[in-house]
């Protein structure tokens, strides 16, 4: 089998906050939420952060991946992790019902969508 990840880079720049509580944050403002620990993990764009005040310390690019795998599949994040790695280039991955999507630091974006884009398995 010969697959592509088919990446897709999506426009903007994305970061990861910590927050108490979700109040007064226009839910069409976050990416995605995860609660851990009593407190909200988020993903937004930078400039809804910037919005609500909010601090971060990593800028991100999102890529998603539009291959359509399931929740059970089993090696494609070590497939793509491995070749992000090897290139110095960390990712925080997100699994999403029908595609999974790699934040990675907004800097090495350019070099992490070539590199997603060459790869088949």
Known sequence: M???LKPH????????VLTDNIYGI???DI??????????????????????GMSYDFIAAWISLELYSS???VG??????????????????IAGYNHDHIFVNYKDKDLAFDILNK???
């Open 2 to 4: 010969n697959k592509s």
């Open 9 to 16: 880079l999506n426009p903007g720049k994305y970061v990861f």
């Open 26 to 28: 226009n839910e069409e």
């Open 31 to 52: 990416l995605c939420s995860f609660k851990e620990d009593g407190k909200y993990s988020l993903i937004l764009k930078k400039e809804f952060a910037n919005k609500y």
């Open 71 to 73: 929740l059970d599949s």
């Open 76 to 93: 494609l994040t070590s497939i793509f992790s491995k070749a992000l790695s090897a290139n110095n280039i960390s990712c925080n991955v």
């Open 119 to 121: 790869l088949k398995f």
